[in-house]
């Protein structure tokens, strides 16, 4: 199993065979127009043509910095065959910007992928939105994804909710767990639709159930969308993961770019 982070909430998931993609954003804006604040403050570590075959691209909402245009233009017409799975009412969007094969899911369903491999749409506590008039007219969700005795949770975005410890308790523990942890503050604002680094690892902890938690934090470092500094979600994802008295080995604060692979055993079978 490899987990590669491209920054955001993107990432290239390897194993069981399959290769899949989270919310990718290759592109130097976080917003339908250039806007210089929601610009990259790090370069993407890839362009669409130096990615890996793609066999899955998993769409969790359609806010722009994890639903991007250009991105998924170009990701249509270098993977024609790649399989698109996002939540309700998000299809038609990625059907006009070139995907094909766009399957859209309520929150628990799931769908059986080549190879044996099974992605099941999992709950948020979130919100979605395009422009000014279309408000929570499109779901959101996270992604449970399953394959060769392997199995990885992706979030989404998401604030914190009691809903996580279902996912776990109905689809399993995880071998890897992608949860975001940056764009908090301010608190009074943000809380109900984005976890700062402290309910992250609790979301985390919340899924893995009984076993230890191995998680990635995305959703920060990469574009300047709120009030926090830039260098503030690791440091206090560290700080948290220590006061849960986890093992240091088990939080995989990437780089843009790093590669981190898993050997041995999945849970996930």
Known sequence: ?????????????????????????????????PMPRLGRWVPAPVE?????????VLISHNHYDHLDAPTVKALARRFPHATWCTPLANGALLRRLGATLVHEMDWWDGMELAGGARVTCTPAQHFSA?????????????????????????????????GFREIGARLGAPDLLLVPTGAY????????????????VQAALDVAGDTTPRMV???????????????EPPRRTR???????????RLWLLQHGETRLLAGEGTGS
């Open 1 to 33: 199993m490899a987990v590669t982070w491209l920054g955001h909430s993107s990432a290239v998931l390897e194993f069981g065979g399959l290769t899949a993609l989270t919310d990718p954003i290759l592109t130097h804006y976080a917003s339908p127009i």
């Open 48 to 56: 669409v043509a130096g990615l890996p075959e793609i066999h899955l």
């Open 130 to 162: 395009r422009g000014l008039h279309d408000r929570d007219r499109a779901l959101w969700g996270g992604f449970h994804l399953r394959a060769g005795g392997r199995a990885a949770w992706f979030a989404g975005d998401s604030g914190y909710f009691a």
């Open 185 to 200: 503050d301010p608190r009074w604002f943000m809380r109900p639709v984005h976890m700062d680094p402290e309910e992250g």
């Open 217 to 231: 934090p995305i959703h920060w470092g990469t574009f300047k969308l709120t009030d926090e500094p830039m260098d």
């Open 239 to 249: 700080d948290a993961w220590r006061a849960a008295g986890l093992p240091e080995d």
